[in-house]
């Protein structure tokens, strides 16, 4: 087998696992693998990042194929109205972004995707632009 570098979109193992050995790099949807003779192409689906500030100073981080509509069905939900917005374009790396936004803001983290009024909206839309 060579052990030659190859890039891909979207690799998968046969087994339908990842093996960290393997990988050397995701970035815009990329995934960079040593050996590309047991992997075969699987296409991701994109979704956005969004993040709602409510009227009560909670914020709102998660993903959506629909974020218009996910942020409305959360503030009929939860009888909080929607002050300001931000919704990403259709990303693939959209489950990152997330999970590196909501442990950056851990301190503020009241419930699931949610963080209290003491985090800074502004602070938690430039950090998810930095990521994208």
Avoid at 56 to 85: F, M, Q
Avoid at 91 to 119: C, M, P, Q, Y
Wanted: aromatic share 12%.
């Amino acid at each position: 087998m060579q052990n030659a570098l190859y890039k891909t979109k979207f690799i998968f193992e046969e087994s339908k696992s990842f093996k960290k050995r393997n990988i050397n790099e995701w970035k815009d949807g990329f995934i960079e693998v040593l050996n590309n003779s047991t992997c075969r192409e699987k296409t991701i689906d994109k979704k956005s990042v969004y993040c709602g500030l409510f009227n009560d100073g909670t914020i709102k981080v998660g993903v959506s194929k629909s974020p218009n509509e996910r942020l409305k069905s959360i503030s009929n939900s939860s009888g909080r109205a929607i002050s300001e917005y931000f919704i990403s374009e259709p990303i693939v790396n959209f489950l990152i972004i997330e999970k590196h936004t909501l442990r950056r803001f851990n301190k503020s983290r009241v419930n699931g995707e949610w963080l209290s009024s003491d985090a800074d909206y502004n602070e938690v839309i430039d950090y998810i632009k930095g990521r994208i």
